[in-house]
């Protein structure tokens, strides 16, 4: 049954082609055709979603009905009912009276097989201009007009907002299935504040005055950074690092991960991988980040209550008006 719908598609496709030229304005005919010739290259070679691209780029430069029935063959190639189904639909209303009577007859039975593989999702999110994505293809921003019409099977439908949180949900849905999907977003929460508390220093004792004739010994004190205030430095210093690596491969992983996104045929487990890796990354950032801030305010505190203090006498030989003798 595949290579007879292979082989109606490969003749429509050909119908199509010499089609385009004739709808399509003077400057986008050419690179209507150019998409267009491309994708019957890559339909006959079993590259179907390669294919597709280049249908959907023909379509967009110059709309022609005929095309949607190869988008629609394409779409049931690749097991996407949903695609399928809006394609064949837009061929039978595009082409009205001017498509043949077999053709037609064809169609309309795809069309009644397709029905059955659909479900319509209800979704609702509850804040406005969210992005919504059923398996990471936009469908249209909050509040969505209606149902979404979606292929049988697994779905992740998913919503996003700048400065909110995104809310997904995975399900799994039969032809004919109507559900209902909310989606909550949330401001994140900021973390809270982080107080330091650093004890006064205390005053240092003064040395007592010198005595003209028989000072006594000068006594100075001085202080030095303990073993534990290094110690800190170091493991600060250590912390601070390692932050800084793990930020770098948090930002590297979610440029991998916006790239996948945007990839064409791109598989839901690579997407899927690529985000739990930066939120990995990301979350090690974090976390070393704060140990890193925890070590540097733990090292000020040292700093000023744990360094040892070395007491040094002096002794200073005055010369003063009451001097009598020498030494030498």
Excluded at 145 to 174: H, N, P, Y
Excluded at 257 to 283: E, I
Excluded at 284 to 309: C, E, M, N, P, Q
Aim: proline share 7%.
């Amino acid at each position: 049954m595949i290579g007879r719908r292979r082989e109606r598609a490969a003749v429509v496709l050909v119908a199509a082609l010499l089609a385009v030229p004739r709808v399509a304005r003077a400057d986008s005919k050419d690179t209507a055709r150019a998409h267009f010739e491309h994708g019957v290259e890559l339909y006959r070679e079993g590259d179907f979603r390669a294919a597709l691209i280049e249908f959907q780029r023909a379509y967009e430069a110059s709309p022609n009905y005929k095309v949607l029935y190869n988008l629609g063959q394409t779409s049931l190639e690749l097991q996407d009912y949903a695609g399928a189904l809006k394609a064949l639909r837009g061929y039978l209303e595009g082409g009205g009276r001017s498509v043949p009577a077999a053709r037609k007859n064809q169609v309309e039975a795809d069309i009644k097989r397709l029905e059955s593989r659909v479900a319509r999702v209800d979704i609702s999110v509850n804040v406005p201009d969210a992005d919504v994505t059923i398996d990471d293809v936009s469908v249209g921003r909050s509040p969505l007009r209606g149902a979404v019409l979606v292929s049988e099977g697994r779905r992740k439908i998913a919503a996003t907002r700048a400065g909110m949180t995104s809310a997904e949900r995975v399900i799994d849905v039969a032809g004919g299935d109507n559900p209902r999907i909310t989606l909550q977003l949330v401001e994140p929460k900021a973390p809270p504040p982080v107080i330091v508390s650093v004890p006064t220093p205390q005053p240092q004792p003064q040395a007592p005055a010198a005595q003209p004739i028989a000072p006594p010994p000068v006594v100075r004190t001085t202080s030095s950074p303990s073993t534990g205030f290094w110690i800190g430095v170091a493991t600060t210093g250590t912390l601070a690092a390692a932050w800084g690596v793990l930020g770098g491969l948090a930002l590297g992983s979610n440029n991998t991960f916006q790239s996948r996104l945007s990839q064409p045929g791109v598989q839901t487990a690579d997407v899927d991988s690529a985000r739990n890796q930066t939120r990995a990354f990301a979350l090690a950032s974090d976390i070393t980040g704060g140990a890193a801030i925890v070590a540097a305010v733990t090292t000020i505190v040292l700093a000023f209550t744990t360094s040892h203090k070395h007491v040094v006498r002096e002794s200073r030989f005055v010369v003063g008006p009451s001097f009598v003798r020498g030494t030498f």
